[in-house]
């Protein structure tokens, strides 16, 4: 009997470690860099609990806004110069090692004499070929999806395109064009065709980049940065320790957060997964994930309503769109004459306050609490799972789509919307958790609760202030 339960016991850990050997060797990091992955990686991530909804026969698409993110580019001046002090940095550290009469076995043989690949660039943060690939194929994708859609000749009021003036969103829009549009002009080899690409000033910009324009936001971010960085500290702290010893080297925890973005930059732009990536255990990329989830959801995502009440210009635009659409439709204006699609380019600070404005990757119950104004918990810890993860929520090239759909055989409503999150349907907490949802009812349950925040009473300091003094005076007199 003894040495049935041993053999079983014996047997049940070499399967438990097989497991957690093939765990290890499937896993890839390029899906755990955040807002750094890379599109091709995250897009076909989908909720295995969802069943999208199944479009009633009847129903037609008549109307499309697209709000993507830029596509991979590269890192900036500021993150390039990071990475040239740390190539210094290392270089120290090998070297007092080799003081010290360390033999350095331990030490990856690439940290050796390593240097930037960047190393002497002046300029960053450009789109890069692999960034305009992912939104050349995302508008091959959208015109086959939505043939119907696109089958009118091109004309800027009929499809405007608008980017944000930062070269890698007006890129990135470019890119888009040119698959979306593609072989439907004169224009080369390609038959390409000139399309127009607008934009306003970022000074001004309210719908694309409401973050830059919104003091009271900014204010918010800078006085976060150093709780967000003690959130972080013991996690780095953690993994130093931990590393410092794997390897022999006095890292510190700059140097951990320096090589953990290189590991993105590696991984995401030049698909090297095994120097910099290499240097973590996959539990230790889970945490260091976890903290740069942790600092998009604090100051950009649910951790303030601020992050995305800011956005509201951008929603009343697009609820605008679709009500002209629909108007267009009832009036049974000629096709040609109206806006059938309305597509944008920018940033993750775009895009993941609109998919919080849209309630996605919540529960329920949350999506009640933030109607409320309620604060939400933070994501949770690895190994637990959670809804909130920058490599899905903003990859580069991350986007949402709402299509309008006109559904003439339905009795009740005839207009209902589709939201779809990286070109998947997603579901909405607010609409009963389904992707497809009448007009009406994501107008009075999802946009409505936002529209009573005027986005200058929200951004402005000295009206914030006011109301302020205001809220005191009445308090002190009563």
Not at 19 to 40: G, P
Not at 275 to 291: I, N, R, Y
């Amino acid at each position: 009997m003894k040495k049935a339960t041993a053999s079983s016991m014996l047997i049940l850990c070499v399967l438990l470690l097989t497991h957690l050997n093939d765990a290890v060797q499937n896993f890839d990091v390029r899906h755990h860099l955040s807002t750094v992955s890379r599109y091709d990686f995250v897009k076909g991530v989908v909720d295995k609990n969802f069943v999208p909804s199944e479009i009633p026969d009847g129903c037609t698409p008549i109307h499309l806004n697209l709000v993507a993110r830029h596509g991979t580019r590269a890192p900036t001046k500021k993150r390039m110069r990071e990475l040239e002090r740390l190539a210094d940095h290392l270089e120290v550290l090998i070297r007092e090692a080799k003081e010290k009469g360390s033999s350095l076995q331990k030490v990856p043989g690439w940290l050796q004499g390593w240097t930037s690949p960047w190393q002497g660039k002046l300029k960053g943060g450009e789109l890069i070929g692999k960034g305009e690939d992912e939104l050349y194929d995302l508008g091959i994708r959208i015109r086959e999806k939505y043939p119907d859609l696109f089958s009118e000749e091109y004309h800027p009021d009929v499809y405007p395109i608008k980017a944000t003036q930062v070269p890698r969103a007006s890129a990135s829009a470019v890119a888009f064009g040119m698959g979306l549009f593609k072989e439907r002009g004169t224009l080369g080899p390609g038959r390409h065709r000139a399309f127009a690409v607008t934009s306003e000033s970022r000074a001004s910009d309210i719908k694309l980049r409401f973050h830059d324009c919104c003091d009271n936001y900014k204010d918010f971010r800078i006085s976060q940065a150093p709780a967000v960085e003690r959130l972080k500290e013991p996690i780095l702290d953690e993994i130093t320790s931990s590393i410092a010893r794997r390897y022999e080297l006095n890292f510190t925890r700059q140097d951990v957060s320096s090589l953990w973005f290189l590991c993105k930059q590696e991984a995401s732009l030049l698909d090297i997964t095994d120097q910099a990536c290499g240097l973590f255990s996959p539990s230790e990329v889970a945490l260091l994930e976890w903290t740069d989830d942790l600092e998009v959801f604090i100051l950009k995502g649910y951790g303030k309503s601020l992050n995305y009440r800011m956005g509201v210009p951008l929603l009343e635009d697009i609820v605008q769109s679709m009500e002209q659409a629909i108007q267009a439709k009832e009036e049974k204006h000629t096709p040609g004459n109206y806006e059938k699609a309305r597509l944008r380019f920018a940033h993750a600070e775009t895009v993941i306050p609109f998919t919080c404005l849209l309630g996605l990757f919540l529960e329920r119950s949350e999506f009640q609490q933030i109607q409320k104004e309620e604060p939400l918990a933070l994501p949770p810890k690895p190994p637990q799972s959670r809804n909130w993860r920058g490599s899905i929520l903003a990859p580069f090239t991350g986007n949402n789509m709402l299509v309008l759909y006109s559904c003439p055989a339905n009795s009740s409503d005839k207009y209902f919307i589709q939201v779809l999150h990286n070109e998947r349907p997603t579901p909405m907490p607010g609409c009963n958790g389904t992707d497809f949802c009448p007009f009406d009812v994501f107008k009075e349950r999802i946009v409505a609760p936002h529209l009573k925040y005027d986005y200058n009473t929200l951004c402005n300091v000295q009206t914030e202030q006011a109301i302020h003094k205001s809220k005191t005076t009445m308090a002190s007199s009563s």
